[in-house]
Nanobody, 123 residues
Framework: QVQLVESGGGGFMQAGGSLRLACAASERTFRRYALGWFRQAPGKERDFVAAISGSGASTNYADSVKGRFTISRDNAKNTVFLQMNSLKPEDTAVYFC???????????????WGQGTQVTVSS
């Protein structure tokens, strides 16, 4: 069982600002897992944001965040990051990290999920 705990959200950001989210995992074999970030805005479905392979060599991004968000991981610290730049009000959502075997853009590829962290961006 992999436990995931997100951090870095919770405050209010201005549009155009930057924020870095982190997700810490309990699993000692962390590098086995691909990690993904998803987000869910009020009243909407949970959407894919970004994913990274176990080694970090492969990444995948939603078109809406390409060029603004960067996913990275530190396997020595069992942590995955999401650097968010040029934030927009439409980035407002609860952000979830998830662990699976392949860095795909679909929720069904991930077996373990964190509880989420709120990101709010005001215009």
């Amino acid at each position: 069982q992999v436990q995931l705990v997100e951090s870095g959200g919770g405050g209010f950001m201005q549009a155009g600002g930057s924020l870095r989210l982190a997700c810490a995992a309990s699993e000692r074999t962390f590098r086995r897992y691909a990690l993904g970030w998803f987000r869910q805005a009020p009243g909407k479905e949970r959407d894919f944001v970004a994913a990274i392979s176990g080694s970090g060599a492969s990444t995948n991004y939603a078109d809406s965040v390409k060029g603004r968000f960067t996913i990275s991981r530190d396997n020595a610290k069992n942590t995955v990051f999401l650097q968010m730049n040029s934030l927009k009000p439409e980035d407002t959502a609860v952000y979830f990290c998830a662990a699976g075997l392949v860095p795909l853009a679909t929720m069904s590829a991930y077996d373990y999920w964190g509880q989420g962290t709120q990101v709010t961006v005001s215009s």
